[in-house]
């Protein structure tokens, strides 16, 4: 069964900084492309940042470009977002997200999500 | 970026209804649209792929349409458990783009 469980969320003060994990269980993590996807609390999903699966390209949102920093370790099986300068409009629940292999930029698999509040 | 528009914001419905919600995209995105459900306190679940393809395990009350600016999502009779909020997202290219919901809503 494929599982993905968020961890790292918080409160956090503008400018500070955080850090993300999502373990991932249940499937050939190496091999899938991987994103993190935002939802301000009360508001629509934000797509934030893209892996693939050797790392090799990754993208951003133009919202975190420069402050955020997604990575990978698939010895562990985990995803990461490392995240700098924050924000109140930062504040928002993560996902992680198994990008389809065979049915295009599509979000197969999500995991619960964990909550980032910015806040002083 | 590719803005992806969703109408209605809400719709209030009753068990049995039929429900139509629809998805512009700024620019064609040939068949390369999903939509995704999602419940409060969960995560979104993948209904519809392709515009048109139904992910496996997902009611076939469930069904999808359109292809280039323009697409459908259709719940032929709601149930209970679809009264929640629905998202469409265009799989055509980065950055990865939501329209912005519509919340089914019980009548």
């Known amino acids: 069964e494929v599982q993905l469980v968020e961890s790292g969320g918080g409160l956090v003060q503008p400018g500070g900084s955080l850090r993300l994990s999502c373990a991932a269980s249940g499937f050939m993590f190496s091999s899938y492309e991987m994103n993190w996807v935002r939802q301000a609390p009360g508001k629509g999903l934000e797509w934030v940042s893209y892996i693939s699966g050797s790392a090799s390209t990754i993208y951003y949102a133009d919202s975190v470009r420069g402050r955020f920093t997604i990575s990978r370790d698939n010895a562990k099986n985990s995803l990461y977002l490392h995240m700098n300068s924050l924000r109140a409009e930062d504040t928002a629940v993560y996902f992680c997200?198994?990008?389809?292999?065979?049915?295009?930029?599509?979000?197969?698999?999500w995991g619960q999500g964990t909550l980032v509040t910015v806040s002083s | 970026d590719i803005q992806m528009t969703q109408s209605p914001s809400s719709v209030s419905a009753s068990v049995g209804d039929r429900v139509t919600i629809s998805c512009r995209a700024s620019q064609g995105i040939s068949s390369w649209l999903a939509w995704y459900q999602q419940k409060p306190g969960k995560a979104p679940k993948l209904l519809i792929y392709a515009a048109s393809s139904l992910q496996s395990g997902v009611p076939s009350r469930f069904s999808g349409s359109g292809s280039g600016t323009d697409f459908t999502l259709t719940i032929s009779s709601l149930q209970p458990e679809d009264f929640a909020t629905y998202y469409c997202q265009q799989a055509n290219r980065f950055p990865l783009t939501f329209g912005g919901g519509t919340k089914v809503e019980i009548k």
């Open positions: 997200a198994r990008l389809s292999m065979v049915r295009g930029l599509i979000f197969d698999y």
